[in-house]
């Protein structure tokens, strides 16, 4: 046995897990409830946007990102690690006692590459939210697109008919010729490449996230706060991403399937979040909590009713971490009514409060009361809200 | 110099493509390579006089995939 061989751990996982540590280590910190950084993040709306940024980041953000960007791009880079696996276990006939290949670098890499991209994009997303600003409607259309870009992506993955291979982007060739030529070899240069392009290719959560970026109307706030999403995102891509280089070509392939599944999953659930931010009667949360309430009303506490009426024109709906109580309220039609909006220590995008037939958007603050002025409805008609990201929901029916 | 078409039918994604037009620097006597995931197929501008198809097909199941002229 040679001496010379590499150790067991790369040191680039050491470095990273510390990272990936120390991270999840801040975000503890930040949410522990009996802790002053609560209140700090409480009081300071940067830090707790931050903190939100990042523990999306961590949880949906990084399924999500691994699912649109790990389809395109890490599977890709699995591939080239494979195969340069391959390659290198063809030049040395002991193929059992080769040197494992670096698989960590290229992807720790694509991270960072990753990370330094969408910093930019956050700082150039703030600096142009300082001119405009993303209606919800138009937030709702590129939710649905995105969707339909993910469904498209994961018919791609399970090759269900050719057309679905236009859902990929094809990076320019000036671009790539560039890059190859310049750094010579397709090992560091690749990665970095495709973690560049991932700004090309956000997924739903980090569409919404871009949105939010848009939304501070400060560079350095959209740089931190997509700093902050993408450096949450980069764990999960990571750990899946290096265990699916070194899973092997079996494997992969179930793991590709595993991915398109996902793809799949979320492209939905984006489409049905675009249907929801649309105020659409067609979205599968809309259509179907009818069907739930009635049981959610006998299982609901007391003090949290799942149906509640507005004999007075008064309304209270709760906007939580976890979204609104109730989610279905009944109201007199044909007299204004007053919705209270109202928020303790809410820091989910429920925040984010829209109505779309009223084309009402406001973010709310993370503790207080805000009220909606409703204009007389029609018996029978519903107006439907949700979070700017079309994940929280709920109805107003008007009788 | 003259152009030709190759069907490689076992890409599997975008980046299979920037693979094989990498053989533009490894194969003497190679212009230009446009490979497309899209289309399956890759264009390659050479010189027939150093290169033949069956060293480009070679080249191309050397990176990974399977060339058939189209």
């Known amino acids: 046995m040679s001496k010379k061989q590499q150790p067991s751990v790369d040191p680039v996982i050491i470095v990273m897990f510390g990272v990936v540590f120390l991270a999840v280590a801040i975000a503890m910190i930040a949410f522990q409830?009996?802790?002053?950084?609560?209140?700090?993040?409480?009081?300071?709306?940067?830090?707790?946007?931050?903190?939100v940024a990042f523990v999306t980041?961590?949880?949906?953000?990084?399924?999500?990102?691994?699912?649109?960007?790990?389809?395109?791009?890490?599977s890709s880079l699995a591939h080239q690690i494979e195969q340069d696996y391959v390659e290198h276990a063809a030049k040395h006939k002991k193929v059992k006692n080769a040197p494992r290949t670096n698989s960590a670098l290229p992807i720790f890499l694509f991270l960072?590459?990753?990370?330094?991209?969408?910093?930019?994009?956050?700082a150039l997303l703030g600096w142009l939210g300082s001119f405009l600003t993303l209606s919800p409607t138009t937030r709702a259309i590129l939710m649905i697109a995105i969707g339909i870009f993910m469904v498209g992506n994961a018919l791609r993955m399970f090759n269900v008919h050719p057309i679905f291979r236009y859902f990929s982007v094809e990076p320019p060739k000036f671009i790539t010729r560039y890059i190859r030529r310049t750094a010579k070899g397709t090992d560091t240069a690749t990665p970095i490449f495709l973690g560049l392009l991932t700004i090309f290719i956000p997924c739903g959560v980090t569409q919404a996230m871009m949105a939010t970026a848009l939304g501070t109307g400060s560079a350095m706030m959209g740089a931190a706060l997509m700093f902050a999403f993408t450096l949450g995102t980069s764990p999960v891509f990571f750990i899946i991403a290096y265990l699916a280089t070194e899973l092997g070509a079996k494997l992969e392939k179930f793991f590709m399937r595993f991915v398109a599944v996902v793809v799949l999953i979320l492209g939905l659930v984006t489409l049905d979040g675009g249907l929801n931010l649309m105020g659409s009667p067609f979205s599968l949360q809309n259509m179907t909590r009818g069907w739930f309430a009635p049981q959610a009303q006998v299982n609901a506490a007391a003090d949290v009713p799942q149906l509640v009426t507005a004999a007075d024109g008064e309304l209270v709906l709760t906007v939580g971490n976890n979204g609104y109580s109730p989610a279905l309220l009944k109201a007199p039609a044909g007299k204004d009514l007053t919705l209270n909006l109202v928020t303790n220590k809410t820091y989910s995008c429920a925040r984010d409060f829209v109505i779309p037939d009223l084309n009402y958007y406001e973010l709310l603050p993370d503790t207080g009361t805000v009220q909606v002025t409703i204009p007389a409805?029609?018996?029978?008609?519903?107006?439907?809200?949700?979070?700017?990201?079309?994940?929280?929901?709920?109805?107003?029916?008007f009788e | 110099m003259?152009?030709?078409?190759?069907?490689?039918?076992?890409?599997?994604?975008?980046?299979?493509?920037?693979?094989?037009?990498?053989?533009?620097?490894?194969?003497?006597?190679?212009?230009?390579?446009n490979a497309s995931y899209?289309?399956?197929?890759?264009?390659?501008?050479?010189?027939e006089s150093k290169l033949s198809d069956d060293e480009i097909v070679a080249a191309v199941k050397k990176k990974g995939y399977t060339a058939v002229t189209a």
Do not use: R, W
């Open chain 2, 38 to 47: 899209h289309k399956l197929e890759m264009v390659i501008e050479y010189d």
């Open chain 1, 377 to 397: 409805q029609e018996a029978g008609s519903t107006l439907f809200f949700t979070c700017s990201m079309g994940m929280y929901t709920g109805q107003i029916v």
């Open chain 1, 112 to 122: 960072v590459a990753k990370l330094v991209a969408y910093t930019l994009m956050g």
């Open chain 1, 33 to 51: 409830p009996s802790s002053n950084s609560i209140n700090i993040a409480a009081n300071s709306g940067i830090m707790s946007q931050l903190v």
């Open chain 2, 2 to 33: 003259i152009k030709k078409t190759f069907k490689i039918p076992d890409m599997s994604c975008t980046n299979c493509a920037m693979k094989i037009e990498s053989l533009e620097d490894d194969l003497d006597g190679v212009q230009e390579i």
């Open chain 1, 57 to 74: 980041g961590i949880t949906t953000g990084g399924l999500s990102c691994l699912a649109v960007q790990g389809g395109l791009l890490a």
